[in-house]
T-cell receptor
Framework: DQQVKQNSPSLSVQEGRISILNCDYT??????FLWYKKYPAEGPTFLISISSIKDKNEDGRFTVFLNKSAKHLSLHIVPSQPGDSAVYFC?????????????FGAGTRLTVKP | DAGITQSPRHKVTETGTPVTLRCHQT?????MYWYRQDPGHGLRLIHYSYGVKDTDKGEVSDGYSVSRSKTEDFLLTLESATSSQTSVYFCAISESGQNSEAFFGQGTRLTVV
């Protein structure tokens, strides 16, 4: 069962515009959410996280929004840059008795066009 | 960059043979994880360790075993490789568990023929 879903396999935006990547989850017990970025032939790298006690977390050009009632989170990148082109994974944890069981979405490939 | 090294980086093996992947860290982090990445599935947790000799199963543990005899090393073993285990395997480390940032290795591409 896919408890974390990224329904858009790909997204293309123009440089300088906003990129919005979406993620939905089904397990209401999840209490910590993360976004990772992955370039080809490299491991994922941590981007930003948010605890369920917050609804927004910002770090430079990156902002994550959490809507617990809708079980939805989104990553906003403003302004988008060509170097942001990568696959973005949403992840969630805390859904079982053991909070080490982190679940990832299938990823969204972002392409930022110059 | 976090000191985490996976070996080998690429491997081709035959069905039915045993395979061991190694993850080595120099960060002295308590938690270590093995994930596999497959198209359409993202990253799925295979096994993890929360200390020396302390391991537990993840989401897709069938067909895999792990061992951690030292803080710095976490081994993933496929006792008898199958074609369904063809994947990219990532090791990750974390200082305080999953509700915190994890650092990933560069991955091992395993092909079972």
């Amino acid at each position: 069962d896919q408890q974390v879903k990224q329904n858009s396999p790909s997204l293309s935006v123009q440089e300088g515009r906003i990129s919005i990547l979406n993620c939905d989850y089904t397990n209401s017990m999840f209490d910590y959410f993360l976004w990772y970025k992955k370039y080809p032939a490299e491991g994922p790298t941590f981007l930003i996280s948010i605890s369920s006690i917050k609804d927004k977390n910002e770090d430079g050009r990156f902002t994550v929004f959490l809507n617990k009632s809708a079980k939805h989170l989104s990553l906003h990148i403003v302004p988008s840059q060509p170097g942001d082109s990568a696959v973005y994974f949403c992840a969630a944890s805390g859904g079982t008795y053991n909070n080490n069981d982190m679940r990832f979405g299938a990823g969204t490939r972002l392409t930022v066009k110059p | 960059d976090a000191g985490i090294t996976q070996s080998p980086r690429h491997k081709v093996t035959e069905t039915g043979t045993p395979v061991t992947l190694r993850c080595h860290q120099t960060e002295n982090h308590r938690y270590m994880y093995w994930y596999r990445q497959d198209p359409g599935h993202g990253l799925r947790l295979i096994h993890y360790s929360y200390g020396v000799k302390d391991t537990d199963k993840g989401e897709v543990s069938d067909g895999y075993s792990v061992s951690r005899s030292k803080t710095e090393d976490f081994l993933l073993t496929l006792e008898s490789a199958t074609s369904s285990q063809t994947s990219v395997y990532f090791c990750a480390i974390s200082e305080s568990g999953q509700n915190s940032e994890a650092f990933f290795g560069q991955g091992t591409r395993l092909t079972v023929v």
